[in-house]
């Protein structure tokens, strides 16, 4: 370990950084368990798999050639949904590379960074990685977003302010009078980032938020998905949507080159083209949700209300017990450690089959 003594002077700022923590990997959870029938719920993938057309789309793939740095082909098909010019798009290696290249292109060592607890890791980690300070909102009561607390952080006109809406891994969203309160008290100095990686999920009565941004004259960024809704988590690809050419033009250069490889582009446009099955997908996972959320609360447990693919749920005990009582059912969840948090757990809506087992491993524990 003789290079851990050399005084190498490494960027503090990433030395310091708290781990990601991320669901725990299904090989350890079979290897732990000692099952092979292993219900991965910690990450939000989607149980359904993807559309037999992305599948279709990625067969005589040639590995051989660089991907399209420019992703012309999937920012064409995304302007085109979304009816926004293409050069307003910049695609990452899922939405976290964007988190990553807003926080590089806009912050500089001291600047302050808001968002909210319980949140999003790397809204945090990402602004801590470029120097920033980061403070924090926490969720109200109900563990709905505490609206009047975000205006008056917004009214001290930090950098940058990242909001998850539909929040992960509270799951509830902002409703149009929120969003609009919100927006309102953006100052021209703060970069706003609406992270709508569950926007798929949300009800009907639920604001589209980059519909709303888009009349605004804020600075702003719409960060959206293939990881979820799509079910494209292992292929990587997300995009954020800016409010101007200049600021999309300064995130495209915080980004590597040839960030989105072109499995992922192809599989992305693939995707967009067979909207139906997102929908039927989605549509079951709300049902789903629905379900499950009923049966935890008639164990009498509190269960925050959710307009995305998993359940924040009070289990009254420390959560890396259930996490262990579960993992022997072959259930893996995410256990919460933050602060006033650490009863809770954070399940994603499986298979119905998978939801039977979780609920019925989580009714054992409950009921001893
Ligand atoms: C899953 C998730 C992401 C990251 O998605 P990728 O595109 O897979 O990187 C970003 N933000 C939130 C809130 C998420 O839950």
Not at 18 to 42: C, F, H, Q, T, W
Not at 127 to 140: F, I, N, P, R
Not at 181 to 189: D, H, K, M, Y
Not at 292 to 310: H, K, W
Request: hydrophobic letters at 45%; a negative charge; charged letters at 20%.
């Amino acid at each position: 370990m003789k290079a851990e003594r050399l005084p190498l002077p490494l960027n503090p700022h990433i030395e310091a950084l708290p781990p990601y923590n991320a669901g725990m990997n299904l090989a350890v959870a079979r290897e732990k368990s000692g099952r092979d029938d292993i219900a991965g719920l910690a990450s939000n993938e989607n149980a359904d798999g993807c559309s037999p057309a992305v599948l279709r789309a990625l067969t005589g793939f040639d590995p051989s050639r660089y991907s399209d740095p420019n992703c012309t082909e999937l920012k064409a098909a995304l302007a085109h949904k979304l009816a926004i010019t293409p050069e307003r798009v910049v695609v990452g290696n899922g939405s976290e590379e964007m988190i990553a290249a807003l926080c590089r292109a806009a912050l500089r060592p001291g600047a302050r960074v808001g968002t909210v607890v319980p949140g999003f890791g790397l809204h945090e980690i990402e602004a801590l990685a470029a120097g920033a300070t980061v403070e924090k909102v926490a969720m109200g009561p109900g563990l709905v977003f505490d609206v009047p607390a975000i205006v008056t952080l917004l009214q001290t006109k930090p950098a940058l302010f990242f909001l998850a809406s539909p929040s992960n891994p509270v799951g509830p969203a902002l409703d149009r009078a929120g969003l609009a309160a919100i927006i309102a008290a953006v100052a021209p100095e703060t970069l706003f980032v609406l992270d709508e990686a569950y926007v798929e999920f949300r009800d009907a009565d639920t604001p589209d938020g980059l519909a709303m941004l888009a009349g605004t004259d804020i600075a702003w960024a719409v960060l959206r998905t293939f990881s979820k809704a799509y079910g494209l988590a292992g292929l990587r690809v997300g995009y954020a949507v800016t409010s101007d050419l200049r600021l999309a033009r300064v995130l495209s250069a915080a980004k590597t080159p040839f960030n989105v490889n072109a499995a992922a582009q192809r599989a992305a446009i693939a995707a967009l083209e067979d909207e139906a099955w997102m929908r039927a997908s989605v549509n079951r996972v709300r049902h789903a949700r629905q379900k499950l959320a009923d049966e935890i609360s008639a164990l009498g447990l509190f269960v925050a209300p959710s307009e995305t693919n998993f359940l924040f749920i009070d289990t009254g005990s420390d959560s890396l017990g259930v996490q262990e009582h579960l993992l022997s059912s072959g259930i893996v969840v995410k256990p919460w450690r933050e602060r006033s948090f650490e009863t809770f757990i954070r399940v994603t809506v499986g298979t119905d089959d998978q939801n039977a087992r979780f609920a019925g491993a989580l009714r054992e524990f409950v009921t001893g």
